[in-house]
């Protein structure tokens, strides 16, 4: 993986390694890197920002940087676009208020804006890496997504002995190779990905639906494609635009899932299915708007399950489902996953606030046919896509196996 035409922004905090940051940065730009440099106030003790501008060839953000400045906003769009984020070194208190998504300076802002892969490269001296507030800010990190090298063992700057030492470049520049290959675990793949809420009408102006956002199943779409999958992403009405590269069937109600799922499935290796399908639908919608203001009775009949259908075809493809539980979530989940015949289910507890419906994070458990069960711990809903499609490719490939050994 080449890191020639990469952008990248480049942290360095205030730890005595920071000088070993200019030794990277010039690494970086050799390799044809476009390297934007991020300085906290601290790091500007130990090496001045003209170093790195020299090296860079470009401004360097600092904290003298007026926040509300239409450059300063344009910085923050710049981490929005950038390949990928690199914090070197990271101190402890650095790894901290990124766990806490605390941002109270430049390159803390910068770590909340950033979409793209970043990579951690902590230096420390004193055995503060082995602190158990250091050991449980990393895990958070980890958790997140975020890439957290392990310090070299050596010399330190104080004159103890121990891990802490910032890495030699070529072991950063390796990791952010890494990171910045893409993985196409599932090239080949055709993904049939239903998403959002559906819409039942009950007369012209009026339906009924649910609380989801569609931020889950159209994160599984952006993963898989990125992942070489091709994806048919069916959805209901949401407020995000679909991912390009897939095909995108709009649908508004359960029935029209229903449909649009069936005719897709037989190309499909994969189905997902993260729709909050309506349970009930009007019995007898109105064509005309219901006038008056007197008691209504709603006669409701069921929609039709179309997880438990698509799992009963037996096409051959994997089948994902879904369980929305606020009680009971393993129990009810596996009753569900056998109940509808599938081969996987991610369960996730709607009671919990900041968590599923309509939430940008989610903490969900992936119980498989087979008995396994895996928990997830909180986190973005796009590194909760991508654990999916893992968990995924490992719990069919395993399935594989034991069939071949029976
Ligand atoms: N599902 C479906 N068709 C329906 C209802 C649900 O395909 N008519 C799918 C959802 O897409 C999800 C899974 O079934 O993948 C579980 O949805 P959930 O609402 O948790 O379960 P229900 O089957 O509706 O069961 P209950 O409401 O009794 O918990």
């Not at 056998?338 to 081969?343: L, M, N, P, T, V």
């Not at 490939?397 to 029976?406: I, P």
Request: proline letters at 6%; hydrophobic letters at 50%.
């Amino acid at each position: 993986m080449s890191l020639a035409g990469r952008e990248l922004i480049l942290g360095v905090t205030g730890s005595i390694a920071a000088y070993k940051a200019v030794y990277l940065l010039r690494e970086l730009t050799q390799l044809g890197a476009g390297v934007t440099v991020c300085l906290t106030e601290h790091a500007g003790e130990f090496v001045g920002p003209l170093t790195f501008r020299t090296l860079s060839g470009r401004p360097v953000l600092t904290d003298l940087f007026d926040p509300q400045s239409a450059d300063a906003v344009e910085h923050v769009a710049l981490a929005e676009r950038a390949h990928a984020v690199l914090v070197a070194p990271a101190t402890a208190n650095l790894l901290a208020k990124a766990a806490h998504g605390i941002a109270d300076d430049f390159l803390t802002t910068l770590l909340l804006a950033a979409r793209s892969p970043v990579l951690m490269v902590p230096a420390m001296d004193g055995g503060m890496w082995e602190h158990p507030a250091v050991v449980a800010n990393v895990a958070t990190l980890r958790a997140r997504g975020v890439t957290v090298l392990e310090p070299d063992a050596g010399a330190l700057a104080s004159g103890l002995s121990g891990k802490g030492r910032f890495p030699e470049p070529d072991a950063i520049v390796e990791a952010l190779r890494r990171l910045l290959a893409p993985v196409r675990d599932f090239a080949g793949e055709r993904l049939l990905i239903t998403a959002g809420p559906t819409r039942e009408p009950i007369d012209p102006v009026r339906y009924i639906s649910n609380r989801s956002s569609g931020k889950m199943g159209y994160g599984l779409a952006a993963a898989a494609l990125r992942r070489g999958a091709q994806v048919t992403l069916i959805a209901g009405p949401t407020q995000i635009t679909p991912p390009p590269g897939a095909v995108f069937v709009p649908v508004q109600t359960a029935e029209e899932m229903r449909e649009a799922v069936l005719q897709h499935l037989s190309s499909a290796t994969v189905v997902i299915k993260a729709a909050a399908v309506a349970d009930y639908r009007a019995k007898h919608p109105s064509a005309a708007k219901i006038k008056g203001k007197r008691d209504l009775t709603l006669e409701l009949t069921p929609n039709p399950d179309i997880l438990a259908e698509v799992a009963g075809r037996r096409t051959g493809a994997f089948v994902v489902g879904f369980a929305a539980e606020t009680h009971d979530v393993a129990a009810n989940a596996r009753a569900k996953l056998e109940a509808k015949g599938i081969d996987l289910l991610v369960a996730n507890d709607v009671s919990q606030r900041g968590i599923g419906f309509d939430a940008d994070e989610n903490e969900v458990l992936l119980l498989d046919r087979w008995g396994g069960t895996r928990a997830l711990p909180r986190m973005p809903k796009s590194a909760v896509a991508d654990a999916i499609l893992s968990h995924t490719l490992a719990v069919r490939a395993a399935a594989a196996t034991r069939k071949a050994v029976r």
